[in-house]
């Protein structure tokens, strides 16, 4: 354990709470999406500027060719993309999420492998209505828990698909690539 010199610098949010989903782009310059709120900085994070956000944020990145991609939208997600690091962004795009009943509630990683796809953790679950209310059983092929998935762009965000299961009672996953070139998963294990 050790200590290391910090600065502190406030971000001008001021909503009550925000998970924040940070992305770098190729100039250096940091963007945070914080709730409807999107943060930047091209001086290290000392100073902030701020613009709204078209969708409450539940996960952000910054992709190659520093294409930003907001994700949002619970229980029926979209992602949208700037191409010019926010000031305009594109129409929104919806999330398959089938067989699911709901998609996103936060958390959501976006990235991009070096010369790869961009990738997407997305959580996944069914929701109480996966028991049918008159009769009490469990709709058909429901499963009721929380499942987080990677869902992988090959088209600059555009659209997102070939979906993997990372695994069950999974939620708030992240994923990095290791230099061996296989992929590390930090999983908050979430039972239903």
């Known amino acids: 354990i050790g200590e290391m010199p910090a600065e502190r610098n406030y971000i001008p949010f001021d909503a009550l709470r925000g998970d924040a ?3 770098v782009t190729t100039q250096g310059d940091i963007f945070v999406a914080l ?3 999107l943060c930047s900085s091209s001086d290290d994070g000392r100073t902030w500027t701020s613009r709204d956000l078209p969708v409450g944020s539940e996960g952000f ?3 190659a060719d520093d294409v930003l991609v907001l994700f949002g939208g619970w229980p029926s ?4 993309r700037s191409t010019d690091l926010g000031r305009t962004w594109s129409e ?3 999330v398959d999420i089938a067989s699911y009943e709901a998609g996103g509630g936060g958390w959501t990683q976006v990235s991009q492998l070096p010369n790869g796809p961009a990738l997407m953790t997305v959580q996944l ?3 109480a209505d996966a028991i ?3 009769t009490g059983q469990l709709r058909a092929g429901a499963q009721p828990g929380i499942y987080d998935h990677v869902y992988r762009s090959t088209d600059g965000g555009r659209t997102w698909g070939d979906r993997s ?3 069950r009672d999974s939620a708030e996953s992240s994923v990095i690539l290791l230099q061996s070139g296989k992929m590390l998963a930090a999983i908050r294990r979430q039972r239903s």
């Open 21 to 23: 989903r940070m992305g």
């Open 35 to 37: 709730g409807d709120k």
């Open 61 to 63: 990145g910054v992709i």
């Open 77 to 80: 997600p979209v992602t949208m």
């Open 92 to 94: 929104p795009v919806p």
């Open 125 to 127: 679950q069914y929701r």
């Open 132 to 134: 049918d209310p008159d």
């Open 165 to 167: 299961l990372i695994c």
